[in-house]
């Protein structure tokens, strides 16, 4: 049947009536029934005005349709899925097809509320009251200990008793202006929800392929020959996404899922294969032993487009475990001893038929020979015939024309090997042939609506927008930051993209402080010094001991979400005031009242503030996928609530006031930033915002075309794309990977915005809609594409190309690096061209090597000597439950379907509420009975750092396990609860999680860690 929208409306209408009545009023509770009747009552279409945005919560980044009505109140009358977008053709799931009920109907703020110190409730204030109040803290604060100059008289220009967090639920442009706002206060201090959930993404495929982010995007599943979720649960957790999964499954291609449990995504797939937790790396490296030793692995393409041929140094070496260069009093390596032996040119010499026992390929072989099945399996606790036919099935892919994909979320991320769980399946994917091509990818599950535009917006202490580095105080200049950051190879076949970054780097400056040179606005940047972690568990381990007096909260709830929960909520009653911005009190905001809290103990100030719904405010939001989307505003913020942008930008004028009229160290920063470039008529504009980070000529400018014409760009224009950005303080771009976003100076440039399914038929065969908003970089929708063809041009797999070379032209996708087929390497933005199956660039070793959680079952391992990953980060004073008989069950924790995140947003959603009112706690049949517990019991879990009452679960979806030749028990936990709402709901997982953390990224462990249970 072929409908038009407007054909489809009228017949989906008529289905959701029959759904609201039939469904929801058999079964539902008569609260909920009558909440949907009241609505679809007032569904009048011709008396409302309709817009589209984008869902709040997951990174599938669904379409939404708002009905706004055009009297009365003007409040949103209905919000559905969008037929046309795409992705989900108008489907949504329980979150998503909730989102009326948060704008409208939940208990939102719509006040601004302060809670003075030692107080026991909020009183209402006003906005200017609480705006003033902040800045006049903010100010006070940042004077007394404002530092221009370090104690070696380094110029640092930086404010470190003032921390932030947040947030991933901020549009692109918000993301942008606040990490503009906070940098020019001079805060170093700066993070948000990537840091906790996908931080060890960005270091491990930024190592292997040059890019941090998801490879290929969400319809490009459907192309694969065989989908292994590995550490996700997506027909959970990015439930529309799977769709698409279901139809590569329906197009004959095999689906497989390696879990700790056995859950919905399990029960669609070919294969399902049980895990213990946090043993990720020796299934991995059990799977490049079996393609390595039955010779599976794709030769040619791993040949031409991988370092497998480079030849590695000789100070590299691997004994028991340990990489060679560790020095044990600073728990560091040397990473120079594992560098590329090059010839007199600087080049990685290389042997292509890689039989030189230097080669990356011999001592890859070597290094995961160890991986046998047996030890696989004895450590892992997978059944042998599982682990085999994965490994059969998967290593399947390495032939040309087939490819695999991978889906995986915080099952590997969340871990002190978070970052090398990542590696190993890239290293994978490289020897297969499976990356830059239709069906392939490793294809990172974003969490949250713009965790992805919140990083590349670097809401974070350690990057700048675009994923350039922050610098540090030995980078006295903008050359010294430029010479020490910028790659240089002598690889003629090398575009080496990095070379580039003097102009991404100057382009941003102009775009913070465009009355400055690059080089003055360079030294309006905090610095660090060398070294210095400012990651989250450091930064609330220092708030934890005194050094902040204040911090920002924004759209985020810590005192959840923040491994070892207990430590951050003391941590907070250690600040003199806190600034929370969100859509209700949560956890965080109400950490003073929470269980077993004295509020008249807690100093703590806290204002507050309620922001607008995401269906409320215009803004883009960039999804998994790397889709930058637009949302267009519905309904006026409800109440006095504001949005995010108007408020920090209202703050920022009245800190600017306090400045003007008061003085105080360097007021520079704050005073020259560029909130003109941010603004329209006075006020916050996104539109602005985005034309900002795409950026534009500061004055007129004459390029040579390579056919020897000239081009003049005028003064004020729209930069094109990336590759026209300049270095010598020509051109803005507040981001360069989203130049080429927005093009002309007024909306119709705004490619974000593009509602256009148009597509050539070689598009639709591999799913590509093109003209459908933006994608960075450049619209480039499949990562790393040249891969996908031979060095003449041919596409591997040509039932699926991803580009086709015309004897002039590229077409199908945006190739990656231009020029003709086999004249530059691949993989552009890595140094030396090539996929990296080795690297010298991580602190915890070059190839992924299996050590158990920090919190483990076991006081010894099959693979070495040394337990822990060596390098990991801790903190002193906190212990760990190893093969401790007090905790013997491996835990785990996730989300289910109808929560998002700490549940701040959704345990306030009824609809929500009533399908998963509470917590529980899943625990196998077997261990049940040892333990004698029923289902329905209310038992105790309890782990070296806090206990918290649950609803037993006793399911068939949890087995016990044999590891080392021991029955082996995992039980687990959705961490999305908190003691504030609902009634009775229950607390949070994290209180019993350690604050241990990844060695490159610091993100938390947050998913093995030990535990007891109990019957209460
Ligand atoms: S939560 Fe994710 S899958 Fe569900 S509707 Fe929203 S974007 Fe789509």
């Known amino acids: 049947m072929n409908l038009s929208r407007r054909g489809f409306l009228k017949l989906s209408a008529a289905a959701a009536l029959t759904t609201a ?99 026991t409730r909020f009183e209402p204030k006003t906005w200017e009251w609480a705006l003033n109040e902040i800045a006049k803290r903010v100010k006070r604060d940042r004077d007394a200990a404002f530092e221009v100059k370090n104690a070696k008289g380094q110029l640092v220009n930086r404010c470190e008793n003032i921390a932030h967090v947040g947030s ?22 700066i993070e948000h929800q990537a840091r906790i959930c996908h931080s060890s993404t960005v270091p491990a495929l930024a190592e292997s392929f040059g890019r941090g982010c998801m490879t290929n995007h969400w319809l490009d599943l459907k192309n694969s020959d065989v989908i292994l979720m590995m550490g996700s649960n997506p027909a959970e957790n990015h439930p529309i996404s799977f769709k698409h999964v279901t139809r590569c499954k329906v197009a004959g291609g095999t689906l497989i899922h390696v879990d700790p449990r056995f859950s919905r995504t399990s029960a669609k797939v070919d294969i399902y294969a049980p895990l213990r937790s946090g043993t990720d790396i020796a299934f991995l490296g059990g799977m490049i032993n079996y393609i390595m030793e039955n010779d599976l692995a794709f030769k040619e393409y791993v040949v031409n487009y991988t370092n497998a041929s480079f030849l590695v ?149 350690n990057s700048l927008p675009g994923y350039l580095s922050v610098p540090t105080t030995t980078d006295a200049t903008l050359a010294d930051y430029l010479k020490r950051t910028t790659p240089v ?69 810590p005192a959840v979400g923040s491994a070892n929960a207990g430590k951050t909520r003391q941590a907070l009653a250690k600040l003199d005031w806190m600034v929370a911005v969100n859509l209700f009190d949560n956890e965080s905001s109400s950490f003073w009242r929470g269980p077993g809290v004295d509020p008249a103990k807690v100093k703590t100030e806290v204002f507050l503030l309620p922001c607008a719904t995401s269906i409320e405010k215009e803004g883009s939001v960039t999804n998994s996928g790397r889709w930058m989307q637009w949302r267009v505003p519905g309904p006026q913020p409800l109440g006095e609530s504001r949005p995010d942008g108007e408020i920090m930008h209202q703050l920022a004028q009245k800190l600017q006031e306090l400045y003007k009229k008061e003085g105080g160290p360097f007021p520079d920063a704050l005073l020259g930033l560029n909130w003109a470039g941010m603004t329209e008529k006075g006020g916050y504009s996104a539109q602005a915002t985005a034309r900002l980070i795409n950026g534009a000529y500061t ?3 004459t390029v040579k075309n390579p056919d020897g014409t000239e081009k003049t760009f005028k003064a004020g224009e729209q930069v094109q794309s990336f590759a026209a950005l300049r270095d010598d303080g020509s051109t803005t771009s507040g981001n360069w990977i989203y130049c080429g976003s927005y093009v002309k100076s007024d909306p119709s440039g705004n490619l974000g915005m593009r509602h256009n399914r148009s597509q050539t038929p070689e598009q639709a065969k591999i799913a590509l809609f093109p003209n459908w908003t933006w994608a960075w970089p450049v619209n480039r929708r499949i990562m790393y594409n040249r891969a996908s063809v031979d060095p003449t041009g041919k596409a591997y797999a040509p039932q699926k190309p991803v580009l ?51 919190d483990c079952p076991v006081a010894s391992q099959v693979f070495s000597s040394v337990l822990n990953t060596p390098t990991v980060l801790k903190f002193a004073g906190e212990d760990h439950s190893q093969a401790d008989p007090r905790f013997p069950l491996v835990c785990t924790t996730y989300r289910v379907t109808e929560h998002w995140q700490t549940g701040a947003m959704t345990r306030r959603m009824a609809w929500l509420v009533e399908a998963e009112p509470q917590m529980f706690c899943e625990l196998s049949e077997e261990l049940a009975a040892e333990k004698g517990i029923k289902n329905g019991d209310k038992i105790w879990v309890e782990s070296i750092r806090g206990k918290l009452w649950a609803i037993a679960m006793v399911t068939k979806r949890f087995k016990p396990m044999t590891v080392q030749g021991k029955t082996m028990h995992q039980v687990g936990l959705p961490w999305q609860y908190g003691w504030n709402a609902p009634q009775n709901g229950g607390d949070a997982a994290n209180l019993l999680s350690p604050s241990v953390g990844d060695p490159n990224t610091g993100i938390p462990e947050t998913k093995a860690f030990m535990v007891n249970v109990s019957k209460a």
């Open 21 to 119: 009545f039939g469904g929801l009023g058999l079964a539902a509770k008569p609260q909920t029934a009558k909440a949907a009747i009241d609505r679809i009552s007032q569904l009048k279409p011709e008396w409302s005005r309709e817009t589209t945005s984008v869902c709040c919560f997951c990174a599938v980044g669904c379409g939404l349709i708002v009905n706004t009505a055009l009297s009365g109140a003007k409040r949103a009358l209905n919000v559905e899925g969008d037929p046309e977008h795409p992705t989900n053709e108008g489907a949504l799931c329980p979150k998503g097809g909730s989102i009326w009920q948060l704008a409208e109907s939940t208990p939102r703020q719509q006040k601004v509320m302060y809670r003075k110190p030692g107080g």
């Open 168 to 189: 991933a639920a901020l549009d692109n442009e918000e993301c942008w202006a606040l990490q503009a706002f906070m940098r020019s206060l001079g805060l170093t201090y």
């Open 699 to 701: 004055r007129d400018v």
């Open 804 to 854: 086709a070379w015309d004897g002039k032209a590229w077409s199908i996708d945006v190739v990656d690096g231009g020029g003709a087929p086999g004249s530059v390497h691949p993989f552009i933005m890595n140094t030396h061209g090539l996929g990296q199956i080795y690297t010298p660039g991580l602190v915890d070793g070059p190839f992924p090597e299996h050590y158990e959680p920090m």
């Open 313 to 461: 140094g000789p100070g590299y070496d691997f004994k028991d475990g340990m990489f060679s260069g560790f020095d044990p009093a600073r728990r560091s390596y040397d990473r120079s001893k594992w560098a590329f032996a090059l010839d007199a040119k600087g080049v990685p010499q290389r042997d292509n038929t890689l039989t030189n026992p230097r080669s990356v390929y011999q001592l890859l072989k070597k290094h995961y020979s160890r991986y046998t099945a047996k030890n696989v399996s004895d450590t892992t606790g997978t059944p042998l015939d599982k682990l085999l036919e994965v490994y059969k099935v998967y290593s399947s892919t390495g032939k040309p024309d087939k490819s695999g994909t991978v889906m995986y979320a915080m099952g590997w991320t969340q871990h002190t090997v978070g970052v090398q769980n990542i590696r190993a399946m890239a290293m994978v994917q490289l020897l297969l042939g499976n990356i830059g091509v239709a069906g392939g990818g490793v294809n990172a599950l974003r969490g949250e609506s713009n965790v992805q535009g919140a990083t590349d917006h670097a809401l974070l202490y």
């Open 489 to 557: 190879s002598h690889d003629p076949m090398s575009m080496n993209w990095w070379k580039n970054r003097p102009k991404y780097v100057a382009s941003f400056l102009k775009a913070m402080y465009p009355q400055a040179e690059p080089g003055q606005a360079y030294d309006m940047l905090p610095k660090l010094e060398p070294g210095q972690d400012g990651s989250w568990l450091v930064l609330f381990d220092e708030m934890f001991k005194g050094r902040f007096k204040g911090c920002f909260v924004w759209g985020m709830n």
